[in-house]
């Protein structure tokens, strides 16, 4: 089932892609919200302590917006098809029971998990690299 097991990942992978450039405008929205101490936590705080405020500034809506993306997507790419009959096949082995496992759910939650790691990986690079911060903003704010 080899080929199948890979039709089925690059399906939920196409599906993230598809959700995560809508993460921009919640992630603004949590910048206008930020307070002086949520700035100064960051400024201050470990590498990726604005990976942090915005997970928990914007992970509710996060999973609000990307779920009904996320589930047409995979639905048009084909990706709940194979897992359905991956699901049959794996259930006409004896044994193994039925499965409970929500895959919108799944798909989403690693999602957004992917949106969180890149940001983290991004903000470490600010933190460290100088030639990262290209902005006057973020060479004013961590130049210093």
């Known amino acids: 089932m080899g080929a199948t097991l890979d039709e089925f990942e690059q399906s939920m992978n196409r599906a993230a892609e598809k959700a995560a450039p809508q993460a921009k405008s919640l992630f603004l929205d949590a910048v206008k919200k930020m307070d002086v101490t949520d700035a100064e936590k960051i400024l201050k705080g470990r590498d990726n302590e604005a990976t942090l405020y915005f997970k928990e500034k914007t992970s509710a809506q996060l999973q609000a917006l990307f779920m009904p993306i996320i589930k047409e997507s995979m639905s048009s790419v084909g990706v709940t098809r194979t897992y359905q009959d991956l ?3 794996i259930q006409s082995i004896p044994f ?18 992917g949106v969180f790691v890149m940001l983290a990986k991004e903000e470490a690079n600010i933190r460290k690299n100088p030639a990262a911060r290209v902005t006057d903003l973020l060479k ?5």
């Open 87 to 89: 699901e049959q096949k």
């Open 96 to 113: 193994t029971g039925t499965s409970s496992f929500n895959l919108d759910q799944y798909v989403t939650e690693k999602s957004i998990d």
């Open 140 to 144: 004013n704010v961590f130049g210093k």
